[in-house]
């Protein structure tokens, strides 16, 4: 069996994948907010590596192209799991509280405190 006929084997059939109204804005909205964290690495990267001057206006431009994706994604979650964008920061203020109790520290950060069961 070549290489191709075993993708093709063992790939996930499309007609069975989920294509709802849902599905399609969630998928249009992680398809745009993973390129917009792509093109504002890209502008660090352009910084770090090849020392140019770092574009704060590129990456004005793309935090708000980040910001839009992201509040999408919680509109089209909203209706089935009523997320808000101030009950996500509530719930990763706890999070990190929780992880960093006394401000970040390296061993805190191993101990991963809010993943104890």
């Not at 109204?21 to 090849?50: C, I, N, T, W």
Request: charged letters at 30%; hydrophobic letters at 35%; one cysteine or more.
């Amino acid at each position: 069996m070549t290489y191709e006929e075993f993708v093709a084997s063992v790939k996930k059939n499309p007609h069975l994948i989920d294509s709802s109204p849902f599905a399609r804005d969630v998928q249009h909205m992680l398809m745009g907010l993973s390129g917009e964290v792509g093109e504002l690495v890209d502008v660090f990267k352009k910084h770090f590596v090849y020392g140019q001057d770092l574009d704060l206006d590129h990456v004005a431009e793309e935090l708000g192209d980040i910001e839009f994706f992201m509040e999408g994604l919680r509109q089209a979650l909203y209706p089935y799991c009523g997320l808000t964008r101030d009950a996500i920061i509530k719930q990763n203020m706890h999070k990190l509280s929780t992880r960093y109790p006394e401000g970040y520290s390296d061993e805190h950060a191993a101990e991963r405190a809010d993943k104890k069961v």
